[in-house]
């Protein structure tokens, strides 16, 4: 069966400090991924999409870049984080279907 | 664009009575409709979701959703609701606006249900 993993769970990161999240798909190949981020515990703004290795689709420019550097991996990353960067992130895949199957998340405290 | 709208912020309802949770759509074309399920701090959950066929669409944890085309609305329910049900619901849609196709949430319902 299909897994998506993410981490950290939780992070706490001063302002101006760079980011790194990791993504990872199991026991499904080429997926589409997705990252999320979802502000107040409620809606969902989609930030990135990819549909292959090095295939980045940006939904919303800001400071936040994505990148997949292998088939079942998704990163999402920053040079230097905002106030504004706080919130739930949330990353997707979905197969041969529409239906989105989300990981954990991880929760960013930009401080 | 295709969007969706749920109409309530919040639902109460107590254990054991039917719950209902709204959803409206706007698409062109033949809608793709989803249900997830959010508990705190966690992933979105899928529950079903309407691609064609019956109107009726059962899912996981007894929820259903009766897709309704003449009043463009994709309702959640479930006909005795658990405290346990307790979380914040969404409706999404197929959407495709870069020639890729993903969804477009609502921006959710949060279900409480009392002892």
């Known amino acids: 069966s299909q897994t998506i993993h993410q981490w950290p769970a939780t992070l706490v990161q001063p302002v101006g400090s760079p980011l790194s999240l990791e993504c990872t798909v199991e026991?499904?190949?080429?997926?589409?991924l997705y990252w999320y981020r979802q502000a107040a515990g409620r809606g969902l703004q989609l930030l990135f999409y990819?549909?292959?290795?090095?295939?980045i689709s940006s939904e919303v420019p800001q400071n936040l870049s994505a990148s997949r550097p292998q088939d079942r991996q998704f990163i999402l990353s920053s040079k230097k984080l905002l106030l504004s960067d706080s919130g739930f992130y949330l990353c997707?895949?979905?197969?041969?279907?529409?239906?989105?199957?989300f990981g954990p998340g991880t929760r960013l405290t930009v401080l | 664009a295709q969007s969706v709208a749920q109409p309530e912020d919040q639902v109460n309802v107590a254990e054991g009575n039917p719950l209902t949770v709204k959803c409206t759509y706007s698409?062109?074309?033949?809608?793709?409709l989803f249900w997830y399920v959010q508990y705190p701090n966690r992933g979105l959950q899928f529950l079903l979701k309407?691609?064609?066929?019956?109107?009726l669409v059962k899912g996981s944890y007894g929820f259903e959703a009766e897709f309704n085309k003449s009043q463009t609305s994709f309702h959640l329910k479930k006909p005795s609701a658990l405290v346990s049900d307790s979380a914040l619901y969404f409706c999404?849609?197929?959407?495709?606006?870069?020639?890729?196709?993903?969804?477009?949430f609502g921006k959710g319902t949060m279900l409480l249900v009392s002892p």
């Open positions: 997707a895949w979905t197969g041969s279907t529409d239906t989105q199957y």
């Open positions: 026991g499904t190949s080429n997926p589409n």
């Open positions: 990819s549909v292959g290795i090095g295939q």
């Open positions: 698409v062109s074309g033949n809608p793709y």
């Open positions: 309407y691609i064609t066929g019956d109107n």
């Open positions: 999404a849609v197929r959407d495709i606006p870069l020639g890729y196709s993903t969804l477009t």
